[in-house]
């Protein structure tokens, strides 16, 4: 008798500490039990040398088949020159292209506007026409110094 | 009469119960009652502390938010700036979270003439304190592990509480309802503890229950669990990750930081340009975040930029995920898209902390926090003016077949609540090497 309760306590006390010690976290899998959004997302693609006044093509591929509209919005990063939006066209399945030329040297972006199945993207990638001065070197390499890494929580 | 000795023996064990939880809880269940009391009144209390802060007086256009952003960075060079809040009304202040080396500080900055009005660090702040203290007892992780046990061990100290209570001749109003005043002093002290306790029972049960999910150690898992099953609040609000931006490292622009600038080819400059500050602000427009929203800004190449509001009322909460170069929703949560669990427990954060109906909610609030203040001290005095001068004044333990039933009870308890069953394993090996090998200690606690 006495036996068996010593076994009771036993098996109880390590049913108790198993699942004080058993830590459950967030499966990553769960977000396919929430509500999901199907993000568009797009990548363009800029030659490496760009001359001014030589015409250049910009190429950018969606991952959605009929977007509601796509375009390309090119301007010089200082904001001293801006060619507006142009649309881009489509040569291909879900590939979209724009050629133009750009008359002055220095560092540029491209930014795509984009929208499809209600998710609105504008995505922007900076190149280099011709040579950049001393000046905007300078700027370029100031505006990228590291800050620390920090991560905290949200709530 | 085999039955009413039994009764006895059972009413002796739960008093039993009662008495010992009552005295330990007490001190820290007091102590929860005061700040929590303090603490629903965040809102009123930090708008007088912090008027100087809070409030700009509007003139002409708002600055951009990467101008007020480049004004902080300005006066905190090289420290990283991790959340934007553009404040709620017109008359308010723009706020900036900047991680000095002391910690996380907020900076206040006049949106209209972008002028830092003053900064404090978050530690620093009243109601953080108040906070430290209900939350973890400023003892870190374990006073969190202590502050839950004395919210499991209270709903063993109410359960005990209304089986002794419950009057065996019928409810009567008198000693229950309102205190006796008339019928001798031990009778009064004796209805101190029980009126209130009568009254406060259900609404301390509810702040207990709407507690326990923010614990570090119950909270934590009783969240995962139920985001894990579908039911809870999705991942990034409380547990689990947040996605990622889809952006491949090698293609964000990246100029590698040199003393010397020294010109590098197209294809290491050429890569994409997170959105600035202003792009993510219009975005917030665009979505319809509540006015009090903050913007989360990220560290790491593939982070994201969060929005989020958890104002008031749960129902108005929200947490949007955007990639950070893209702008796109990665995820797009709001109070409708919790689980049936996250709902529940959103409202009890929301009400347990007096916002969710305003001042009404604040003053039932305070009513309990008063209520459970009057319970512990008339409970501590109930036992102090009864018990012996040489004893603990403890009931007699009860038989051993009583005391198995009370242990399977509590053991049952301790399973839900590992915590409370660890403690009972402590109490258990505490009554099995010390108060057993002391005859003096058994008398005193009467635990023969």
Known sequence: MIRMKWKTAR?????????????????????????????????????????????????????????????????????????????????????????????????????????????TIFPAKQFIVGELTEVEWAALYEGAAPVEAVTEPHH | MKSSSSGRDWYRAVWRWHLYAGLIIAPFLLVLAVTGAVYLFKP?????????????????????????????????????ITRYRPGETADRSSEFRVM???????????????????????????????????????????????????????????????????????????????????KGKRMLRRDLHVVPGFWVTAGLLFLVLTGLPWSGFWGANFQSIATNAGVGYPPSIWGGEAPTSNVKSEDVADVPWAAETLPVPNSVVAGYVPLSLDQVEHIADTVGMDPSYTISIPSMADGVYTLSAYPDRAQDEATIHLDQYSGAVLADYRYDHYGIVGKAVALGITLHKGTQFGLFNQVMSLI????????????????????????????????????????????????????VGLSLLFVALLDWLVVRRSSRLQRYLNAG
């Not at chain 1, 001293?80 to 133009?100: D, H, K």
């Not at chain 2, 600055?63 to 007020?68: G, W």
């Not at chain 2, 660090?121 to 108040?130: G, P, T």
């Open chain 1, 11 to 119: 098996i109880l006390t390590s049913l108790i500490v198993t699942i004080a010690l058993a830590g459950c976290s967030v499966d990553p899998e769960a977000t396919a039990r929430y509500k999901q959004e199907t993000p568009l997302e797009a990548t363009v693609t800029v030659p490496d040398d760009i001359t001014p006044g030589e015409p250049v093509t910009f190429e950018i591929t969606l991952n959605e088949d009929a977007p509601d509209f796509v375009h390309l919005e090119l301007q010089k990063k200082d904001g001293t020159l801006s060619y507006g939006m142009q649309e881009a066209i489509q040569v291909g399945e879900r590939t979209y292209e724009l050629t133009t030329s750009l008359k002055e040297d220095g560092l540029y972006l491209a930014r795509v506007h984009a929208q499809a199945d209600g998710s």
């Open chain 2, 44 to 80: 009123q209390i930090e708008q007088i502390l912090y008027a100087d802060y809070y409030q700009v007086e509007p003139s002409g256009e708002r600055l951009s938010a990467t101008e007020l952003l480049n004004r902080v960075q300005a006066e905190y060079p090289d420290t990283p």
């Open chain 2, 100 to 182: 000095t080396e002391e910690g996380a500080t907020t900076v206040f900055v006049d949106p209209y003439s972008g002028e830092v009005i003053g900064s404090q660090l978050n530690a620093d702040r009243f109601m953080s304190q108040v906070e430290v203290i209900h939350g973890e007892l400023m003892m870190g992780t374990l006073g969190d592990r202590i502050v839950e046990l004395v919210a499991c061990w209270t709903i063993v100290l109410m359960a005990t509480g209304l089986y002794l209570f419950w009057p065996r001749n019928g409810l009567q109003a008198s000693g229950t309802i309102y205190p006796r005043l008339r």
């Open chain 2, 368 to 419: 309990i926090c008063l209520g459970v203040v009057l319970v512990v001290v008339s409970g501590a005095y109930l036992w102090y003016s009864r018990k012996p001068n040489a004893k603990s004044g403890a009931p007699s333990a009860p038989s051993n077949a009583r005391r198995n039933v009370f242990l399977v009870l509590l053991v049952g308890f301790g399973i839900v609540f590992p915590l």
